[in-house]
């Protein structure tokens, strides 16, 4: 079984940076994949970005650029810098993970998922 707990969201404006953290416990294989999504109200859940085991990361074209996702501590700490904060970026984010890593940002492939934690952009 595997435990994600996210954390460092928060209020920011337009422009400015936020690190979250996600710390997973649980089989180190498991985690092979993660990944960071997010939904804003009255939207759909929608991939934010992945890495795998080996470091190799995709993003969604919106935050490219602008968010770098990274993993350490024996890769089950998973970071997701975010510069350049837009409003559009102001949703709730979620740490996902699964043992089988496709590398894509579709939520059915994470089978492991946090509570997730708020970032409010303003303008």
């Known amino acids: 079984q595997v435990q994600l707990v996210e954390s460092g969201g928060g209020s920011v404006q337009s422009g400015g940076s936020l690190r979250l953290s996600c710390a997973a416990s649980g089989h180190a294989l498991i985690t092979n994949c993660m990944a960071w999504f997010r939904q804003a109200p009255g939207k759909e859940r929608e991939g934010v970005a992945a890495i795998d085991s080996g470091g190799r990361s995709t993003y969604v074209e919106s935050v490219k650029g602008r968010f770098t996702i990274s993993r350490a501590n024996g890769e089950k700490t998973l970071y997701l810098q975010m510069n350049a904060l837009k409003p559009e970026d102001t949703a709730m984010y979620y740490c996902?993970?699964?043992?089988?890593?496709?590398?894509?940002?579709?939520?059915?492939?994470?089978?492991?998922w946090g509570q997730g934690t708020q970032v409010t952009v303003s303008s």
């Open positions: 996902a993970a699964d043992r089988l890593c496709p590398l894509v940002l579709e939520a059915s492939r994470y089978s492991y």
